[in-house]
Nanobody, 121 residues
């Protein structure tokens, strides 16, 4: 059973930085990512990273956030710099496990419980 546990959230002021971590256990996850859900809004993509290290970012965080993964530690990171009040949200870790059975490909998606990030003006 795959388990994702986020940590590193908190309350910071605008312009400050935070680093989120997501510890994964149970299986290797091919693609991983961070999503967030601002108050009263739908969950949205923040950044993703493949097993090969290719990254993708939402336009709103490009140049400020950096996603990375340490497969030796089974940990995903999100370095968040120059934080803005609009970055306030619950941040969720996401992972996709790919399995192949009899030449058929299956994808299983997993989510962490979320960690609150609050940025004050």
């Amino acid at each position: 059973q795959v388990r994702l546990v986020e940590s590193g959230g908190g309350l910071v002021r605008a312009g400050e930085s935070l680093r989120l971590s997501c510890a994964a256990s149970g299986s290797y996850l091919n693609a991983m990512g961070w999503y967030r859900q601002p108050p009263g809004k739908q969950r949205e993509l923040v950044a993703t990273i493949t097993s090969g290290g290719s990254t993708n970012y939402a336009d709103s965080v490009k140049g400020r956030f950096t996603i990375s993964r340490d497969d030796a530690k089974n940990t995903l990171y999100l370095q968040m710099n120059s934080l803005k009040p609009e970055d306030t949200a619950v941040y969720y870790c996401n992972g996709v496990e790919v399995t192949t059975i009899a030449a058929s490909r299956f994808e299983h998606e997993y989510w962490g419980q979320g960690t609150q990030v609050t940025v004050s003006a």
